[in-house]
């Protein structure tokens, strides 16, 4: 990488991420070439590089892009469609029917650009997808330019998108193979969950994903009823199930992960396990709260995930954040609980490392992408700032983001969308789906 910067971004504060616990105050991050090529203080940027592009952000808080580690990024189509049930009754009397009248390559797509809008708004960079059709997601991701890890994924039964196990996997990794060498796209082979997936399937699933070098990515242990449902059917609970078959593994991205016992958070770490924390979509669905905190003390990865907008209902990781960092505390009885630097790096850089990327992605350090993020505090209600740690946790929303660079490219500048799709056509898509839903 030559060392002439073509970005400079001057800020009031810089939080990297890493080191862990650090801000830094009046720095710039110098960017080439859409990668971060130094950090440093902003007196020195400017004489360094005084004829450089930059954008000053002199009441802004600087950090790395949020990585949403679990979302079901269509079914923002879906928001709002069946709200206040458990998961069962959410996705058999209305999830699953509505996916089978409605999922189609045109629905993903464009319930994946509306969901890719809303998300880099939120300062969310990338984001690791479960859903039918990758196909039409991933041209919705790249139409959007965000970077997307996106599921092969696979169930028991026929859906409209695949007849059976092998349809799915076929399907899945022909996507794969047309992907393959994209800059902002990656893959994980997504097995729904133990209860929608048999012993052969997932055996399979673990052999391919060691063949592939690839992550997998499951929901486990969402619900008590999953975990009885599975002594009666297996004789064992879920992820001793999934040991037995071989999935466990520093690739495992285990999704809610909310019912676990002590002994099945040391399986975890023992495996080197990544577990995706969804706050908002366990309470909403009352599923429970998932001892985040305990499994990191474990050291097991845990990042954020939003789920899909039908069961959260936003896509919004200043959100999660905040309900990470207060249902710790209110479970554990312990104010100290998952403390906003600890919620904060959840957000981006344990994401990044649960899906094998954290030398590319998720914090701000010379080498990575730039994939970045600022928010503005310059209101009323974001003043007085003693740490902006702590407000980017427990005062900010994402709608004080005001700036968004994917690969260093603005996507959002000053407030303002740069996405390719105008929101006139998002919401004109929205409008046509919600019709079409609702008849
Ligand atoms: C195989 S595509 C993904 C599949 O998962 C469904 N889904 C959405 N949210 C959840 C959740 O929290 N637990 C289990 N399954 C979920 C989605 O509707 C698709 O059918
Ligand atoms: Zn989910």
Redesign the pocket.
């Known amino acids: 990488m030559s060392d002439i910067a073509d970005l400079l971004l001057h800020a009031r504060w810089v939080v990297p991420v890493e080191p862990h616990g650090t801000t830094l105050e009046h720095h710039t991050v110098a960017v080439r070439d859409g990668r971060i090529l130094a950090l440093l203080p902003q007196e020195e940027a400017r004489r360094l590089y005084p004829q450089v592009q930059a954008v000053e952000l002199p009441h802004h808080v600087l950090f790395p892009g949020f990585v949403n580690l679990h979302v ?1 990024a269509a ?1 923002a189509l879906m928001r709002g469609i069946a709200d206040d049930l458990p ?1 069962m009754r959410w ?1 058999q009397e209305a ?2 029917p509505t ?1 089978g009248r409605h999922v189609s390559p045109a629905f993903v797509r464009d319930g994946t650009l509306l969901a890719a809008a809303e998300m880099l708004r939120g300062g969310i960079t990338t984001c690791n997808d ?3 059709y990758p196909e039409a997601a991933a041209q919705a991701f790249d139409e959007a330019g965000m970077r997307a890890v996106l ?1 092969t ?3 028991a039964f026929p859906t409209p998108y695949a007849s059976d196990a092998d349809d799915y996997l076929r399907k899945g990794l022909a996507v794969r193979d047309q992907w393959r060498g994209h800059p902002r796209i990656d893959f994980t082979l ?1 097995p ?2 133990p209860y929608t997936v048999d012993d052969d399937t997932l055996k399979r699933v673990a052999a391919l994903a060691a063949e592939i070098e690839t992550p997998i990515h499951i ?1 486990i242990h ?1 619900t008590v009823q999953e975990v009885t449902d599975s002594i009666t059917q297996h004789g064992v609970r879920p992820l001793t199930r999934l040991e037995r078959l071989g999935l466990l593994g520093a690739n495992f991205i285990g ?2 992960a909310v019912h676990l016992d002590e002994t099945e958070i040391a399986l975890l770490a023992h495996h080197g396990c990544a577990v995706a924390h ?1 706050p908002t ?1 366990n309470m909403k ?1 009352a599923s429970g709260a998932a001892p985040a905190a305990a499994l990191r003390a474990a050291g097991v990865t845990v990042g954020l995930g939003t ?2 907008a ?2 959260n209902n936003r896509m919004d990781m200043f959100a999660e954040m905040r309900h990470a960092s207060l249902l710790a505390k209110v479970t554990s009885g312990d104010a100290t609980a998952l403390p906003a630097s600890e919620v904060l790096r959840m957000a981006t850089l344990e994401g990044a490392r649960a899906l094998g990327m954290a030398e590319r992605i998720g914090s701000i350090e010379p080498g990575k992408q730039a994939d970045l993020c600022a928010v503005a505090l310059d209101t009323p209600e974001t003043r007085p700032c003693f740490d902006p740690v702590s407000h980017l946790v427990y005062v900010a929303g994402r709608e004080h983001v005001s700036h968004v660079w994917v690969d260093g490219e603005a996507r959002l500048d000053k407030g303002k969308s740069l996405l390719q799709t105008s929101d006139k056509e998002l919401l004109r898509l929205a409008a046509v789906w919600q019709t079409k839903l609702v008849n």
């Open positions: 079901h079914m998961l996705l999830i699953w996916e479960m859903y039918f599921g994924v696979v169930l997504a729904h969950a929901h969402e999704v809610h969804c979509s669905l789920d899909g039908a069961s």
